[in-house]
């Protein structure tokens, strides 16, 4: 098993930046790709991107070049820097956790999750 607990998560204005943390405990870290996914009330749960364990990253089209994915696998911590960002990026952040060996195109799908932290709200202001 894998705990996830998130952190970071606020009220910033518009264009602002916020680094949101994936902390992991319990079984080998190395053995998952880790996801962060966003939800905002009425709208399905989106993937926002994810990063294998050796750093292979992948970006939803709407945070591509503005969201940035890193992993620090002696610290079993994921991040998610969150840079200009927009009122429309006003979610839940979850992350999550998905077996290394699901393919990578699967990996875009909350159904192939297998853990997932708490969330924490973001919230962006006009």
């Known amino acids: 098993q894998v705990q996830l607990v998130e952190a970071g998560g606020g009220l910033v204005q518009a264009g602002a930046s916020l680094k949101l943390s994936c902390a992991a405990s319990?079984?080998?870290?190395?053995?998952?790709?880790i996801g962060w996914f966003r939800q905002s009330p009425g709208k399905e749960r989106s993937i926002v991107g994810h990063i294998s364990s050796g750093g292979t990253t992948y970006y939803g089209d709407s945070v591509k070049g503005r969201f940035t994915i890193s992993r620090d696998n002696a610290k079993t911590t994921v991040y998610l820097q969150m840079n200009s960002l927009k009122p429309e990026d006003t979610a839940v952040y979850y992350c999550?956790?998905?077996?290394?060996?699901?393919?990578?195109?699967?990996?875009?799908?909350?159904?192939?999750?297998?853990?997932w932290g708490q969330g924490t709200q973001v919230t962006v202001s006009s």
């Open positions: 319990g079984s080998t870290f190395s053995m998952y790709t």
């Open positions: 999550a956790a998905v077996r290394a060996n699901v393919p990578f195109w699967r990996r875009v799908s909350p159904d192939e999750y297998i853990y």
